[in-house]
């Protein structure tokens, strides 16, 4: 599909639509709120990392603050990440402070991605906050192959995560980094399990995004490849069904759950992109696969912030590329040095 470039300065910048240079309207925003992470995935993050001083990151206020200026522009979804959010202090007063516009209908959604080690925690106080989807990071059910793409995690906290999850009423959706390997032995497991209770399943393309000590070149699987796998043992019913991300989505007969595909490398999505993204500093990156950011926390702090930052929001928006990049082969990767936990994905 040709995008066609087109971008007008609105008349009112404050309530106007956040629209790009191709039409695209931004209705989606993915709101990191920490860098750091109690896990090093080894597709995510190095082992030894260094995390931002607590100085530089925006303070939960400033976070809702940025959260109602995309609502006025007409951002319906916000996903909080991380890193991991859930290890953010006092989280959930952000979660609070956004559940007054899910009651209003400022918003449609509000979610968060995690990968589980504190959901069981959490659980009830999010779905008293008004959250009723949550994704949870699981990419194996071998607690020692866990213990290996983690680093140091365990699998159990992660597994009570999800259980305490559904008990409350939440909606759970798995994701899993598709990898060559162990994995391509391990999802039908992932499938019965996720759809034994209820769950959907995504598998995600590995992404170039920062050094984290594994060779790529390596451990990359093409999700094409691993569909027509799994199209060997499974019946794949294609379906229209859309979460308002990237996913693309089959229903497996033999289960009737639902299996989705991010395939940011094998087949580009970025025609429909409708995401923008700001890390917990405060930075907006208009594509994931783009090293560019604008920074909104200057002014933020400033004098008259809310057309001050969507000004900002606008410079950004108009320089969001038709799409990303991304590249792996077998002898070398083309991508970007930030690692994902700095977006959350």
């Given at each position: 599909?040709q ?10 910048p ?25 896990l090093r ?125 559904l ?65 060997e ?85 108009a ?20 690692h ?6």
């Open positions: 599909m995008l066609e470039r087109r971008f007008e300065v609105p008349a009112d404050v309530h106007a639509p956040l629209i790009d240079s191709f039409g695209r309207q931004v209705t989606y925003l993915r709101l990191s709120v920490t860098d750091r992470c109690d995935c080894t597709y995510c993050m190095s082992e030894h990392m260094t995390f931002l001083p607590r100085q530089d990151v925006l303070t939960l206020e400033e976070l809702y603050r940025l959260a109602t200026i995309f609502m006025r522009g007409g951002v319906r979804k916000i996903r909080l990440t991380g890193g991991e959010p859930l290890v953010r202090k006092n989280v959930m007063q952000l979660f609070n402070l956004l559940a007054p516009h899910l009651e209003n209908g400022d918003l449609d959604e509000v979610t968060l991605t995690t990968n589980g080690t504190l959901l069981a925690r959490y659980a009830e106080a999010l779905f008293a906050a008004g959250v009723r989807r949550v994704n949870v990071s699981l990419d194996t059910l071998d607690a020692g192959r866990y213990a290996q793409i983690t680093r140091w995690g365990r699998l159990q906290p992660v597994l009570n995560g999800i259980d305490a999850a008990a409350v009423g939440l909606k759970v959706k798995l994701n899993a980094v598709a990898m060559s390997g162990p994995f391509e032995r391990e999802v039908d497991e992932l499938i019965r399990f996720a759809h034994g209770r209820g769950m959907d399943l995504t598998l995600i393309e590995e992404m170039p995004l920062g050094e984290t000590g594994l060779d790529r070149s390596s451990s990359f699987l093409p999700l094409d490849t691993l569909r027509r796998s799994l199209a043992r499974w019946t794949l019913m294609p379906i229209d069904d859309r979460t308002g991300g990237p996913a693309r989505y089959v229903r497996l007969a033999e289960t009737g759950g639902r299996l989705g595909f991010i395939t940011p490398l094998s087949c580009d999505f970025c025609s429909s992109c409708n995401r923008i993204r700001v890390s917990c500093t405060g930075d907006l990156y208009a594509c994931m696969g783009k090293e560019g950011a604008i920074g909104l926390r200057q002014a933020l702090r400033g004098e008259d912030p809310e057309e001050a930052v969507c000004n900002r929001i606008r410079d950004a928006l320089l969001k590329p038709k799409g990303h990049a991304f590249e792996i082969t077998r002898h070398s990767h083309s991508g970007i040095a930030r994902m936990s700095v977006l959350g994905g």
